[in-house]
Each structure stands twice: as structure tokens, then as C-alpha cells.
């Protein structure tokens, strides 16, 4: 009993580390992490690549509502999976630091300098009692010095760097996929089709235009584009990709 006390005060506590050296509480977040649904982020030879499964729980849902992929800067991107109003709140202390950054310098903030000025913030909330960590993974992605440049967050204030990664639901296979067919002399189209592909292989081999979310930051002109569903869906066409809507909802149409 007394063990089980302890074990469940260690929960409890964010500041405490367990006596294995443990954080608890930022294993939970990285908990909340893998029940948001994937998002994926591949750096190519001539820019970024973010796509992200937006799957919509219900017909009656405005597609636009469900927000995964955001606009940091003019030359920064970032998709999130996880809480999303943890990643709301994140994204807005990164746009506030790219125009400090502006404002301060007179020059665009570097992506890297932006990454982990976002994980200095959520790192001071696993050191600060009456508060959690975040439970938000981001995938921040973008041009520095004409180079692209693809980070992640994770809930422990620790940033990593990428050439492909995966993030949220189906994390492990995902990975896996990017791992075997990951190309670092790809151009931005064939980093959308690996994108595609990969979030394919973990939904049936196929999407729908509406449940998928899709943006690129191009390293010539360093300038971030989030795409609509026409083009999503041109996407999925020259990929083979294009799934059918559910028989059912066409025949209530």
C-alpha cells in the first residue's frame, strides 16, 4: 500500500522525479501525443513538406474548423498533433517570437532559433508547480539561409532535428514507411507523394481531400503555402490515392 501511495504521488507531482528518474507527468503527455491523429514532415532538397490526418468525426463539422497545419512566418510552417488547444497556445507564443524577432533584428527569425525558443517555454512547464506539460508534439518546418530545415517538439522541452518525421496516431508505422522510402534528393512533389503515401498506408490505401491537410514552404522563395482541396485532391489522383466518400452517407445524399 505504501508503495502504491508513493507511485501515485510521483503522478501527482510534476516537479518530483520518480526514484528511477522518471517524469510522470511528461510521460502522460507524450500520451496525449499518440491519441491525436498523425501529422508528418519531410524536408526535401528544395523545401518542406507538411501533411496531417484531419479526420472528421462527424459530416455535420465545417472541414475548415479542424486546424493541424499553421503559418508561424512568412517562411515557417508547423503542424501539430496532440491537445489541440495546447498547440493553439503554442503556436501563438511562436508567432509572437518570430515578429519580436522582426521587430528586434529587422530580419526573419531562423527556424532553429524559433524551435527552441518554443521548447525553452515548455520545458518551464515541467520544472513549475500548479501547472502540466503540454500534451502537444509540433513539427515546426522551414527555409534558413536558403537551406530547409524540419524540428520537432516533444512535451519535455526537447528539441530534435529531422529529415522525415512522423508524429501522433500510428507514430511507430508511419516511421517505419518513411525510414524505407525516404529519397533525400526529392523534390517538393515527391515529398508530397511520400507524404501522401505514408498516411495512406495507415488508412486503407486511400483519403479523401477533406480529411487531409497539406502545405509546403518552397526554399526559392522562402514563402509558406497551405493548399485547398482542389489541389489536395489533384494530389491524390496523380498518386492513385483518391478515396470514395462512404456508400452510405451518398445514398442519404
Do not use: C
Not at 479523401?208 to 497539406?214: C, I, N, Q, R, T
Amino acid at each position: 500500500m505504501q508503495g502504491q501511495a508513493q507511485q501515485q504521488a510521483y503522478d501527482r507531482g510534476i516537479t518530483i522525479f520518480s526514484p528511477d528518474g522518471r517524469l510522470y507527468q511528461v510521460e502522460y503527455a507524450r500520451e496525449a501525443v499518440k491519441r491525436g491523429t498523425a501529422s508528418i514532415g519531410i524536408r526535401t532538397e528544395n523545401g518542406v513538406v507538411l501533411a496531417v490526418d484531419k479526420r472528421i468525426p462527424s459530416p455535420l463539422l465545417e472541414d475548415s474548423s479542424v486546424e493541424k497545419i499553421h503559418k508561424a512566418d512568412d517562411h515557417i510552417g508547423i503542424a501539430s498533433a496532440g491537445h489541440v488547444a495546447d498547440a493553439r497556445q503554442l503556436i501563438d507564443f511562436a508567432r509572437r517570437q518570430a515578429q519580436v524577432n522582426h521587430l528586434r533584428y529587422g530580419e526573419p527569425v531562423g527556424v532553429e532559433t524559433l524551435t527552441k525558443n518554443v521548447t525553452d517555454h515548455i520545458q518551464q512547464y515541467t520544472q513549475v508547480g500548479g501547472a502540466r506539460p503540454f500534451g502537444v508534439a509540433l513539427i515546426v518546418g522551414g527555409i534558413e539561409n536558403g537551406e530547409p530545415r524540419l524540428f520537432e517538439t516533444d512535451p519535455s522541452g526537447t528539441p530534435y532535428e529531422w529529415k522525415a518525421l512522423a508524429v501522433g496516431a500510428d507514430r511507430g508505422e508511419l516511421q517505419n514507411y518513411l525510414e524505407e522510402n525516404y529519397d533525400p534528393e526529392a523534390d517538393l512533389d515527391g515529398g508530397i507523394s511520400l507524404a501522401l503515401d505514408a498516411l495512406a498506408s495507415v488508412n486503407d490505401g486511400s483519403l479523401l481531400p477533406s480529411e487531409v491537410g497539406l502545405a509546403t514552404v518552397d526554399a526559392e522563395s522562402e514563402s509558406f503555402e497551405q493548399f485547398g482541396l482542389d489541389q489536395i485532391e489533384t494530389h491524390l489522383e496523380e498518386n492513385d490515392l483518391l478515396g470514395e466518400e462512404d456508400a452510405d452517407e451518398a445514398d442519404d445524399e
